[in-house]
């Protein structure tokens, strides 16, 4: 049976097991407590689930093994300073930026990027941790310890906000989902959007900017692009060198889900572009409790990933799959009262992406 060990035990970690049942692939998630006796990897192919894995013995030898995929695509894409870097030579379409190196570069930092900044530390700081948003009143507010370690970008007035995911193969080949719209709310995503037919326009440029970047870096696997939609302009926020929460909703509305497709691209299986039949909403769940009620839904499809619950952190997700965006609509009503208040704004937000077709 092939074997594929993956660097973290989060949920995405989880899932890549799930998808790895049917295709006879054996996925062993690795994070803090992982016993090295109970893990075949000597002979495995090493994955990741996220650009900064838990840091032990095991995880530096997995981390420097022979067929770890992307091995040296991860520490540059971890740093977001690499990572512009990167953008900035594909003459990639991304928002002004400059490194952060000292709190007397505060005057020229605003005088060329505009008022409204937003700091970003080069490694970590996800779900709106280690970024701030700041003017020039609010310098005092970044610590000491993000100089020479942060970088500093315009503030971005975007109409919306969507991603695109991804596969390359070690042949080179390239599949990609429709782009998916998203919503984030306290930097954290709250609800994603993807049509079965997307705007061909937007479609067309994603594709291109991403399969510049997997060619460039000779990736391997799923990759995931985060956009600001500015006008009819689609400009580059981030990059993942991995599956990622906006593509979740490819489990139930695609033929192949992001994580098969991780798997089929790392271990050399067959990579058809995956077919998506009908359109799908994606409502992250976040600080809630397991709800039954949930389940009522026809449409429903519940991901519960079985964590601790706390405040701001993701605990599953419900995926909604239908051809006809007025169902999608009605289900999205329904569900609202199974939800905290705070998902009112953004089930609205969905609906009017659903009926409209997306943000343009």
């Known amino acids: 049976m092939k074997k594929v060990c993956v660097l973290g035990d989060g949920q995405l970690g989880r899932m890549l097991r799930q998808a790895g049942e049917p295709l006879g692939i054996q996925v062993y998630p690795v994070g803090l407590d992982a016993d090295p006796t109970m893990v075949p990897y000597q002979n495995a192919v090493i994955t990741a689930e996220i650009e900064r894995w838990p840091e032990t013995p095991f995880t530096r030898i997995l981390a420097s093994h022979h067929a770890f995929i992307n091995r040296d695509v991860f520490p540059?894409?971890?740093?977001?300073?690499?990572?512009?870097?990167?953008?900035?030579?594909?003459?990639l379409p991304t928002a002004n930026w400059q490194p952060l190196d000292s709190f007397a570069d505060w005057p020229k930092l605003l005088a060329k990027l505009g008022h409204t900044l937003i700091v970003k530390r080069r490694t970590g700081g996800y779900d709106g941790r280690g970024q701030w948003r700041i003017t020039s009143e609010l310098t005092d507010l970044i610590p000491d310890d993000a100089y020479q370690a942060a970088i500093v970008e315009q503030a971005?007035?975007?109409?919306?906000?969507?991603?695109?995911?991804?596969?390359?193969?070690?042949?080179?080949?390239?599949?990609f989902y429709p782009v998916t719209y998203n919503l984030h709310q306290n930097s954290i995503l709250k609800m994603s959007v993807a049509f079965a037919n997307p705007h061909e326009i937007l479609q067309a440029n994603a594709e291109s900017m991403l399969a510049t970047i997997m060619a460039k870096?000779?990736?391997?696997?799923?990759?995931?692009?985060?956009?600001f939609v500015v006008g009819d302009k689609l400009?580059?926020?981030?990059?993942?060198?991995?599956?990622?929460?906006?593509?979740?909703?490819?489990?139930?509305?695609?033929?192949?889900?992001?994580?098969?497709?991780?798997?089929?691209?790392?271990?050399?299986?067959?990579?058809?572009?995956?077919?998506?039949?009908?359109?799908?909403?994606?409502?992250?769940?976040?600080?809630m409790s397991y709800n039954c009620d949930w389940l009522?839904?026809?449409?429903?499809?519940?991901?519960?990933y079985e964590k601790a619950v706390r405040a701001g952190r993701?605990?599953?997700?419900?995926?909604?799959?239908?051809?006809?965006?007025?169902?999608?609509?009605?289900?999205?009503e329904r569900l609202t009262?199974?939800?905290?208040?705070?998902?009112?704004s953004a089930?609205?937000?969905?609906?009017?992406?659903?009926?409209?077709e997306g943000i343009n």
């Not at 870096?217 to 956009?227: F, K």
């Open 76 to 91: 540059l894409i971890a740093d977001r300073l690499r990572q512009k870097q990167l953008l900035d030579e594909l003459n």
């Open 235 to 287: 400009l580059i926020n981030e990059l993942a060198p991995r599956v990622h929460n906006s593509g979740h909703w490819t489990q139930n509305g695609a033929s192949i889900s992001q994580f098969e497709l991780h798997l089929r691209a790392i271990m050399d299986l067959p990579m058809p572009s995956p077919a998506v039949f009908a359109n799908s909403v994606m409502v992250n769940l976040i600080g």
């Open 156 to 175: 971005i007035n975007f109409n919306g906000e969507l991603s695109l995911i991804g596969a390359r193969n070690r042949l080179g080949k390239m599949v």
């Open 347 to 356: 089930i609205e937000w969905a609906k009017a992406v659903l009926l409209s």
């Open 217 to 227: 870096l000779n990736y391997i696997g799923v990759m995931a692009m985060e956009c």
């Open 296 to 304: 009522t839904e026809s449409l429903v499809h519940l991901h519960w």
């Open 337 to 344: 009262t199974t939800l905290s208040v705070d998902y009112a």
């Open 314 to 332: 993701k605990l599953g997700h419900l995926n909604l799959t239908h051809q006809n965006s007025l169902e999608l609509c009605f289900c999205l």
